[in-house]
């Protein structure tokens, strides 16, 4: 069986284990990693009628007493009235200290499940179980949880490592073809960060026969980058390449595009900006434009370049009067270049208008 296992050596480190199948064997890797405990199981409307079961079987099956929170799908629920209804359940349930939250489902699920571990009793362990491609590259190794605020995305949250993250790629499967690009673009990402040969994987037709060697290459870079930089004082904002302008766009579309998709046009914009404004060093957004596309990804907005550079200079990741971004040289190298706020809309129109 093709099983992999990627360490994660922050602090208090901790396995991603990724393959096939790994849902109906949870409970003797779960029960390997953390020992004999509760279990309070997090998950979403959706998920529950897909995967709860087969966890709730494999984690019984090896011993565990296990109760579970379902709440209702939708990033619109990622707020304090569901993380307040998680707290009151761990509570009710008389979860103690040494007990453990499972995360099963997408990056909503992960973040707030995450960020519920985090503060009940002032932090019990919690493990993740990524149902999407989205947050099996990205959100669910790292510790960063949140939830949002009226004023923002992920606005309040903190940094809760996750005891081991258990990645079953079948799970992919019942993703639409929508929210599969909605990972691929983030993996994409990665290709352009740090890898060439992973970009290049999505140049073929064979993305999802390699889906666990892309899904453990994404994992494996991002592990290096937080075991460097764990609370993103600096290397880790690397993996923020495309995200100044794709949450831009997200802010400007109301959230109604998906981040991945948002990711999308903002790597295709940064690559275009690179290559115009002399930063990198050899031709790049034709190819980067030609990957996301293939892969089903948008490479354009509606939003003009000042709208988004105005709701990119009230991001949080802005700091006083600079703004980093990540900036390709060439596929499989970036590097971090912090500007002057005033040069960022300059930056977005020669990364958005046409090619001159
Ligand atoms: N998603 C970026 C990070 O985890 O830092």
Known sequence: MDQRVIPVRVREGYSVVIGNGLLHESGRLIRDAIGTCRIAIVTDSNVA?????????????????????????????????????????FAGQRLTRKDCVVALGGGVTGDMAG?????????????????????????????????????????????HQPSLVLCDTDCFNTLSPDEFANGAAEAIKTGILDDESLFSLFETDHVNLQINDIVSRCVAFKARVVEQDETETGLRKTLNLGHTVGHAIEKCSGFTLPHGHAVAVGLAAIAQAAEQLGWATEPISARIKSV???????VTTEFSPDALANAALSDKKRAGDSITL???????????????????????????EDER
């Open 326 to 352: 990540v900036v390709p040289q060439k596929i499989g190298d970036c590097v971090l270049k912090e500007l002057p706020v005033e040069q960022l809309e300059q930056v977005f129109r020669a990364g958005l």
């Open 49 to 89: 009628k897909l995967y709860l079961s087969p966890l709730n079987e494999s984690l019984t099956g090896a011993g565990y007493d296990v109760c579970s929170y379902v709440f209702s799908a939708g990033e619109q629920n990622k707020r304090m009235h569901t993380l307040a209804d998680i707290l009151e359940f």
């Open 115 to 159: 960020f519920a571990a985090g503060c009940y009793l002032r932090g019990v362990r919690y493990v993740q179980v990524p149902t999407t491609l989205l947050a099996a590259v990205d959100s669910s190794v790292g510790g960063k949880t949140a939830v949002d605020l009226t004023a923002g995305k992920n606005l309040a949250g903190l940094f």
């Open 292 to 298: 996301l596309v293939k892969n089903g990804l948008p």
